[in-house]
């Protein structure tokens, strides 16, 4: 069975640091490209950053860029989503996904991590 399971998430001050990972089994996904998106209360699900299957490659959201840090470790099958200098409005639930085809469609999703970030 294929998963990606979430973890790292909490309640955290504003401008603090939290990092998340992304944990798959089920199979290799060393040749994904994997991504982060986040969902607050009443709003839509939005991207929040990108890394290609080598790592060589990543792409973030306006509104995370120089604060958080994409990365993965494909000998662990594992991705992380380094965050720092938080803020209230990134307060959300995270989920990670794999695009298996490079298509940006993600194929698998996890269930999500709640991070909340308190003024």
């Known amino acids: 069975q294929v998963q990606l399971v979430e973890s790292g998430g909490g309640l955290v001050q504003a401008g603090g640091s939290l990092r998340l990972s992304c944990a798959a089994s089920?199979?290799?996904?060393?040749?994904?490209?994997m991504g982060w998106f986040r969902q607050a209360p009443g709003k839509e699900r939005e991207f929040v950053a990108r890394i290609s299957w080598s790592g060589g490659n990543t792409y973030y959201a306006n509104s995370v860029k120089g604060r958080f840090t994409i990365s993965r470790d494909n000998a662990n099958n594992t991705v992380y989503l380094q965050m720092s200098s938080l803020k209230p409005e990134d307060t959300a639930i995270y989920y990670c996904a794999a695009d298996r085809r490079g298509t940006m469609i993600y194929d698998y999703w996890g269930q999500g991590t709640q991070v909340t970030v308190s003024s």
């Open positions: 089920g199979r290799t996904f060393s040749r994904d490209a």
